[in-house]
């Protein structure tokens, strides 16, 4: 899994703790599935952001789900074309296909989070339509976040226990003071140090508006995709 982490590193040419822990599960998976002598997946990146599948979206009132889709959906961001690019296997992504958001934009937000059975979900109309094709366990299964799913929210144990807390102060001090980053984890501490080896300081002097914690650019952003800060 070390290994794997440098790689998505290099791959994403960043240390956002939680976009490595999630996209390690992807990288492992496209390798698997090169290794396996597969010329190309499909994922399913796209399905929570156009059809409102994330648990905080539930008890939203329309008017509010339907700005929060907008929302997502113009900062979603999907690494996995990156990944597969550099391992060499074609990814597939058939919910960001132009006339599949068309549609999604055309449904009305009272089908994308309903109820059933008296227990409301996110993605109910994705989840209808599938409920005859695919076992009932897997069509109506709640929501849980990738690194839960997957397990790499251990990670964050792993590097606790690898990084001692007097180690962790010491190089975070150190970083701040030569770097000026400000390291917030022993995990992102792990990820920094493979990023810095990699491709050095993120630091961008020149942009108006950085995150105050890694200095690099954030745009208009209140998420820093470097370090992984929110909100700045």
């Known amino acids: 899994i070390l290994e794997a982490i440098e790689e998505t590193i290099r791959i994403l040419k960043n240390f956002n703790d939680i976009e490595i822990r999630n996209n390690v599960v992807m990288y492992l998976a496209i390798k698997w599935a090169k290794d396996n002598g597969e010329k190309a997946i499909i994922t399913g990146d796209g399905a929570d952001e156009l059809f409102a599948g994330y648990n905080f979206l539930l008890n939203k009132s329309e008017s509010e789900l339907e700005k929060e889709i907008k929302r997502i959906c113009s900062v ?75 397990g790499t929210e251990g990670l964050t144990n792993l590097f606790n226990s690898i990084i001692g807390e007097e180690q962790f102060v010491e190089k975070k001090l150190t970083v701040e003071k030569t770097d000026g980053v400000v390291i917030r984890s022993r995990e992102s501490m792990h990820y920094y140090e493979i990023f810095k080896k990699l491709y050095g300081s993120p630091v961008d002097s020149k942009s108006e508006k950085i995150c105050p914690y890694c200095k690099h650019i954030v745009e208009e952003s209140k998420f820093c995709r470097m370090c992984g800060a929110f909100p700045i």
């Open 76 to 150: 979603m961001h999907f690494p996995t074309q990156k990944i597969g690019e550099d391992l060499g296997i074609a990814v597939e992504s058939p919910f960001l296909n132009k006339k599949v958001i068309k549609l999604s934009e055309e449904i009305p937000v009272n089908l994308k989070v309903n109820e059933k059975d008296g227990k409301r979900y996110g993605k109910w109309i994705l989840r209808k339509a599938f409920e005859k094709k695919i076992p009932h366990q897997i069509a109506w299964r709640e929501k849980s976040p990738m690194q839960e799913g997957s």
